[in-house]
Structures are given as structure tokens and as C-alpha cells.
């Protein structure tokens, strides 16, 4: 079992640059794939990027490519997301997920999941 909390979330403003934050805590967090996945009122969610259990292999949706940037610890069993040149299209809760496939962290379908951090964004 893993148990993953986000931290970081907050109010910033366009243009700006948050730091996300998801710790976990059980079993083997270095064995596992991490992935961020974003929610916005009324929208479905999405994935926004993915990193191996190395950290070696990283992976980004369309829309956050060259904003963000996804990296881990695992000396630290930290997961983070470096949101800079933040958009008004950016603003959702964002949850960290984790799984032994890193396939299936892209999917959406991990096995574990934060309970999310809200970004807000104004303009």
C-alpha cells in the first residue's frame, strides 16, 4: 500500500511558477512510476505528465510541454511538479498518482492516488 499527499497548490498569478509537492509513504515508493493528472470544475481529467521509477524517462502532455517539468527523489519518496508560465487554462486540483506500470499511469488507471491540491490561477 502507498499513500500519496499532495502539498503546494495555491493562488498565483498568469505567468507565475508554483512547485507541487506529492510524499508518499508504504511500500517501495521507488519502484514505482509517478504521474501528475489535473481536474478542472466540469471537465474531465487529464493527464498532464508521467516519470519512471528511475526518473530517467519523462513524459508530458501537449499542453504543458516546456512549462512544466516533472521530476522525483526517492531518497526523499517526493514526486514533484515545477509549474512555471502559468495560463488562466491551468487553474484545476491536481493529484499525484503512482504505479508499478508506467503505462498504466499514463492511462489514468494507477493504483494509488493523492486527494489533490487546487491551483488557481488569476489573470
Known amino acids: 500500500q502507498v499513500q500519496l499527499v499532495e502539498s503546494g497548490g495555491g493562488l498565483v498569478r498568469a505567468g507565475g511558477s508554483l512547485r507541487l509537492s506529492c510524499a508518499a509513504s508504504?511500500?517501495?515508493?521507488?519502484?514505482?512510476?509517478m504521474g501528475w493528472f489535473r481536474q478542472a470544475p466540469g471537465k474531465e481529467r487529464e493527464f498532464v505528465a508521467r516519470?519512471?521509477?528511475?526518473?530517467?524517462?519523462?513524459y508530458y502532455a501537449d499542453s504543458v510541454k516546456g512549462r512544466f517539468t516533472i521530476s522525483r527523489s526517492n531518497a526523499k519518496n517526493t514526486v514533484y511538479l515545477h509549474m512555471n508560465s502559468l495560463k488562466p487554462e491551468d487553474p484545476a486540483v491536481y493529484y499525484c498518482?503512482?504505479?508499478?506500470?508506467?503505462?498504466?499511469?499514463?492511462?489514468?488507471?494507477?493504483?494509488?492516488w493523492g486527494q489533490g491540491t487546487q491551483v488557481t490561477v488569476s489573470s
Open positions: 516519470i519512471s521509477w528511475r526518473g530517467d524517462s519523462t
Open positions: 508504504g511500500r517501495s515508493f521507488s519502484s514505482y512510476a
Open positions: 498518482c503512482g504505479d508499478l506500470n508506467l503505462i498504466t499511469v499514463v492511462a489514468g488507471s494507477s493504483d494509488y
